[in-house]
Structures are given as C-alpha cells and as structure tokens.
C-alpha cells in the first residue's frame, strides 16, 4: 500500500515563530488533505489539497504531485495551534478506498 | 447544524459484550468511512462504504461489522469486545474523492 511519511515528529516553538511541516508519499494520490487534531481530539479539516498551493489565513500549503510531496506552513505560531498536524492521502484509482494517514507532527507552541 | 454526527461520544463498557457506534451525515454523501485511532494516535482506515461496495480492511477482525441502513448512515457493531478494541473510532463521508468530512470521534474503553 501508500506509504505516507510526515516530518518532523515533534517539534517545539515560541509563539510568534513560523515552522514548516513536510509530508511525502509514495505514489500518485487524487486526495490529499491536512487535519489539525486539537487538543479535545477533534481533526480539523485544514486543506483539501491533491495539487497546488492554498492559502487560509496564518496557514498555507503546498503539494508537488509529480514530486509525491505537500508541505503545511503555519506563520505567526499561536498557542491555539498546538496539537497534532496529519497529512492523509488517497491512492489514484478511487473506489471507495479511505485515506491513507502519515504518523504526524506533534506541534507545541509555548508562549 | 452537525455534518458529522456520532453516537455516543464515550462508551465505556465491558469485555465480552456487544456494542454499537451510530453515524449520520447531513452532507449528501455517497460514501462512508470508519477509523480507529489507537493509543499512539496512529489513524487507520477500517471500512469504506457506498451504495456499490464495501472495502473492508485485510486487518479488522471480523468481530467488527458495518451496517448501513441508507445513504446517510453507516453504524459500526462490535462483538465480543476485547482490551485491545480500546480507541477513538471516527465516522467520515464524501462525495467521491472530495474531501472527506469526519465526526468528533467516539472514545471506547474496554474495562
């Protein structure tokens, strides 16, 4: 199957600072989205994202399909951006297939 | 209004007993998604469901079973209960390969 790697693992900022998150996957993908698990467990749609760049306040992001990679940036850390941030994919080919979900990055953002 | 509605929220339960988690979408969807999230946060995609087919995960033991009594819901029964079944489950819908839209999650604790 896919596999989907996300890095880093954990990262830890001030608040204020800008980061950037990276997440490669293994083969050609019609759905790519990001979901930001907050704290209450809740996953966050953030993008919808096969290819291409959007935008959406302090958040943006960018995936590289012919490259098999998307990248989140966050800007301007706030401690309400702490928790887990997950890229998932699913596989060219459809169906009713589910996503594929990378391991995530545990972000904390300190005041 | 809700998109993605799960009942209950916790379920707190025996081993060895029977249990059901309900799902609904107001989204007009045609395919539905359960996920279970383990201690280590890792999402794994269980069944995926719509009027055509059902994609069941080589993995899920065949303790666990969806049931689908129309386009809008797909509620998932567990039997026999084991420790190991302790997690988050997440119902999700989309239309296709559109994004896909996922409940707050249910909590299942197997004492």
């Known amino acids: 199957g896919i596999q989907v790697e996300q890095s880093p693992p954990d990262l830890i900022l001030q608040e204020g600072a800008n980061s950037t998150l990276r997440c490669n996957f293994s083969d050609s993908v019609n759905n790519l989205q990001w979901f930001h698990q907050n704290p209450w467990g809740q996953l966050i749609n953030l993008f919808y994202i096969p290819s291409g760049t959007k935008q959406n306040g302090r958040l943006s992001a960018t995936t590289v399909a012919t490259e098999r990679y998307s990248l989140l940036y966050i800007s301007s850390s706030q401690t309400t951006d702490s928790g887990v941030y997950f890229c998932a994919v699913r596989i060219s080919g459809g169906g009713a297939d589910g996503l594929t979900f990378g391991k995530g990055t545990h972000l904390i953002i300190q005041p | 209004d809700t998109a993605v509605s799960q009942t209950p929220k916790y379920l707190v339960t025996q081993m060895g007993n029977d249990k059901s988690i309900k799902c609904e979408q107001n989204l007009g969807h045609d395919t539905m998604y359960w996920y279970k999230q383990d201690s280590k946060k890792f999402l794994k995609i269980m069944f995926s469901?719509?009027?055509?087919?059902?994609?069941i995960n080589e993995t899920v033991p065949n303790r666990f079973s969806p049931k689908s009594p129309d386009k809008a819901h797909l509620n998932l029964h567990i039997n026999s209960l084991e420790l190991g079944d302790s997690a988050v489950y997440f119902c999700?819908?989309?239309?296709?390969?559109?994004?896909?839209?996922f409940g707050d999650g249910t909590r299942l604790s197997i004492l």
């Open positions: 469901y719509n009027n055509k087919e059902l994609i």
């Open positions: 999700a819908s989309s239309r296709g390969s559109q994004p896909q839209h």
